[in-house]
């Protein structure tokens, strides 16, 4: 470890120590897992690791979760959020995410009373200050801490430092719900959930790493990484791909030539704010 990421994650260690308790918003990614092992690290057992289990949360997921948990030695529950029911989220608008946190949250309160934990916290870090990210507006209103900012850390020193400490993480594929497979104002259904987690489980049983299925109505949208992309003309792939992508109710399966992108979703945010605004009328 190096004397600068060391003196991180000592800062990192002093800030969860001051918070002496905490519930980690743990979903079993990158930042979840890495803030689980600080909060180990600074308070023992006093820091609970509590997954939201939902329709937008892939089942892989959830198992992927519970084992991690296992690895880190750490005392790990599983709670039912119910984000689909509330309009504003399944409506699907840019701020969909602020609904989704929280539902979250407002789960989580109760529990870190019950439980004698004194803090929410969740993995958060500097990359997402730099985008879309309306889930942070809520975690802030609700007072919801997030460590890795407040440490300043980046995605690369969290991957760095996950890998020094033997997480299997280290270099998973970043992860978001299934719900960002929607481009904004597409309503979203349990049953297009449950289309787009088949859809991305069949890519990911032919050994695909880093992609997304982008949901489109009848087409489906596939992001993948440039590096596995020639894998798939390979040995009949692309053909089992759109037999079962069929199978499950798309007509057309379309492969993305800028290969996988994280928060893709949000290009159309940004082409929107360049757009300039008609000119008013007069009168």
Not at 73 to 78: D, N, Q, S
Not at 181 to 188: E, L, T
Request: hydrophobic share 40%; with cysteine.
């Amino acid at each position: 470890m190096t004397p600068a990421l060391r003196t991180k994650y000592d800062r990192l260690l002093g800030i969860l120590k001051e918070l002496e308790s905490v519930i980690v918003a743990f979903s079993g990614g990158v930042d979840s897992t890495f803030l689980a092992k600080a909060a180990k690290d600074a308070l023992g057992d006093k820091a609970l690791l509590v997954t939201a289990d939902s329709e937008t949360y892939p089942a892989s997921e959830l198992e992927e979760s519970r084992r991690l948990a296992r690895h880190l030695g750490m005392r790990h529950l599983v709670i039912e959020t119910r984000e689909l029911d509330n309009p504003e989220y399944a409506r699907n608008a840019p701020n969909r995410c602020f609904f989704c946190k929280e539902e979250l949250f407002t789960k989580l309160g109760p529990l870190a009373a019950r439980e004698g934990m004194a803090h929410l916290v969740y993995g958060a870090n500097m990359d997402d200050l730099g985008d879309h990210r309306p889930g942070m507006e809520a975690a802030k209103r609700m007072g919801v801490r997030a460590p890795l900012i407040e440490a300043e850390f980046w995605k690369t020193e969290i991957r760095e430092l996950s890998r020094e400490f033997d997480l299997p993480t280290w270099d998973k594929p970043s992860f978001a719900c299934l719900s960002s497979r929607f481009q904004y104002g597409d309503g979203i259904t349990a049953e297009k959930l449950r289309q787009v987690d088949a859809a991305e489980a069949f890519v990911r049983s032919l050994g695909f790493k880093q992609f997304r299925v982008r949901h489109h109505d009848r087409l489906a949208r596939l992001e993948i990484a440039r590096e596995e992309m020639g894998r798939l003309w390979e040995d009949g792939i692309q053909d089992s791909i759109v037999a079962r992508f069929r199978e499950l109710g798309y007509l057309y399966v379309a492969v993305d030539l800028q290969g996988f992108r994280s928060g893709s979703a949000n290009d159309a945010l940004k082409l929107i704010r360049k757009i300039p605004s008609p000119p008013r009328g007069k009168g």
